[in-house]
């Protein structure tokens, strides 16, 4: 893939109640891999027209917690082309903060900087018959 090619995409979405499967509003895990999951579907649309299938992780890292009220920033990054298969990077970061405050339920803040709770790398395929946008070599 050349430089000029590098491929991103990006997706924002605050953590609801409904997304607090923990005590003390903890958000699982397994929702930012799905923000993960649906930033490789629209990095493989627009690579290939279809939106390909997610076959595996190689590496998944929880590195600060997620709670309810908190916004998410998940952003991919297409990282290598195969004949079928791409390679992805995944980066999630919180970038406000929900208030852990009772007296004041609804207050959040912006960080200052991004804070980083999770990073992964997968990998997705685009079966050949299913590619419709035309790369040159």
Do not use: W
Not at 11 to 25: C, L
Not at 77 to 105: C, N, Q, W
Request: net charge negative; glycine share 8%; with cysteine.
């Amino acid at each position: 893939m050349s430089e000029q090619a590098v491929m991103e995409a990006k997706i924002r979405v605050r953590m609801s109640q409904a997304d607090a499967h923990y005590g003390g509003n903890l958000v699982d895990g397994a929702r930012v891999l799905a923000l993960f999951g649906d930033v490789a579907t629209e990095l493989l649309i627009r690579h290939d027209g279809d939106e390909g299938l997610f076959v595996a992780y190689d590496q998944v890292e929880f590195k600060a917690p997620v709670y309810a009220g908190d916004y998410i920033e998940a952003v991919g990054r297409l990282e290598r082309v195969g004949k079928t298969s791409r390679g992805m990077s995944f980066a999630a970061y919180k970038v406000i903060e929900a208030a852990a405050d009772p007296e004041h339920p609804s207050a959040a803040r912006v960080l200052e900087e991004p804070l980083l709770v999770t990073r992964a790398s997968g990998t997705c395929v685009v079966p050949k018959e299913r590619q419709r946008v035309k790369h040159e070599s």
